[in-house]
């Protein structure tokens, strides 16, 4: 039987090492996403219990205290809205990689269909050419016992 060849299986082969190599993106980029939400909720807690120790010290704080505080809220307040701005642009990130990803396990899919339906057409051949050297055969095996007799 002769072996099926797939004339474009270099092709298949670089879209699939695009296609992981897009996957190996997405991770990466899915890893900062989830790092920055961390510093953003990190922010978001220590703003917290800023709040939560300016509001016990208030009656006790001197008014030098109080405008340190006050500062210190406002670059905390102004480091959660650039956090919130890098969580978002990972964001982007992450949906314009996964779209890469979509598209490329499309082209990959499109080839191995391609593939498959050749490797079918090439096994139908298979069979016929099969079919057709047991035909002979047969033919030749009657041909021969008709004329021994």
Request: net charge positive; proline share 0%.
């Amino acid at each position: 039987m002769a072996k099926f060849i797939f004339k474009m299986q270099s092709v298949l082969n670089i879209r699939k090492q695009k296609e992981d190599s897009i996957k190996n993106e997405l991770a990466d980029a899915m890893r900062k996403l989830e790092a920055e939400k961390r510093k953003l909720a990190e922010l978001e807690d220590r703003l917290e219990n800023t709040v939560r120790e300016f509001n016990e010290k208030t009656k006790k704080s001197t008014v030098h205290e109080l405008i340190e505080f006050n500062e210190y809220l406002s670059v905390l307040n102004s480091r959660i809205r650039s956090q919130k701005e890098n969580v978002n642009i990972a964001a982007q990130y992450v949906d314009k990689v996964r779209e890469e990803l979509v598209k490329a396990m499309k082209d990959r899919k499109i080839l191995e269909k391609l593939k498959d339906r050749q490797y079918e057409q090439f096994l139908m051949e298979q069979k016929k050419l099969e079919q057709k050297t047991n035909d002979e055969i047969v033919s030749y095996n009657y041909n021969d016992s008709n004329t021994g007799d």
